[in-house]
């Protein structure tokens, strides 16, 4: 797959697509390009980037995820599901995911990327500040 294949839409955060990153579950997730009319070629290649290096991300989000957790909630985390992922409008590879778990339903998690480098982790508005 790749980002030429997609579907692209509006909806009230920016343009998206809904992809599938088998890494992260069968489940389509939304990734939006924030504040944005059209897909445009930066877009389509941070998607590109996303899909190629999926597994890299979820290996640093798991670890991550599991360090976080038991420092902020004392607990093992087993149920992280990707909910959506963002991108920068502006700056290429700028990556944010936001994800929903038991431990703290009402603000889940977030992580911000830049390239494949982690950059911040915190509750789930993480993923698009």
């Not at 504040?35 to 999926?54: C, H, P, T």
């Amino acid at each position: 797959m790749n980002s030429d294949e997609l579907q692209f839409y509006e909806d009230d955060e920016g343009i998206t697509v809904d992809l599938i990153l088998q890494a992260f579950g069968p489940d389509p997730v939304q990734c939006i390009n924030l504040e944005s009319e059209f897909a445009v070629q930066k877009m389509k290649d941070d998607i590109d980037f996303l899909v190629k290096r999926q597994n890299d991300f979820y290996q640093i989000i798991n670890a991550e995820a599991k360090q976080y957790c038991a420092r902020v909630y004392g607990a093992s985390v087993n149920d992280l599901t990707l909910v959506k992922i963002y991108l920068s409008p502006e700056d290429k590879s700028q990556f944010g995911f936001m994800f929903a778990t038991s431990l703290d339903p009402e603000h889940g998690l977030g992580f911000k990327f830049h390239g494949i480098e982690m950059k911040k982790t915190g509750s789930s508005e993480t993923a698009f500040l």
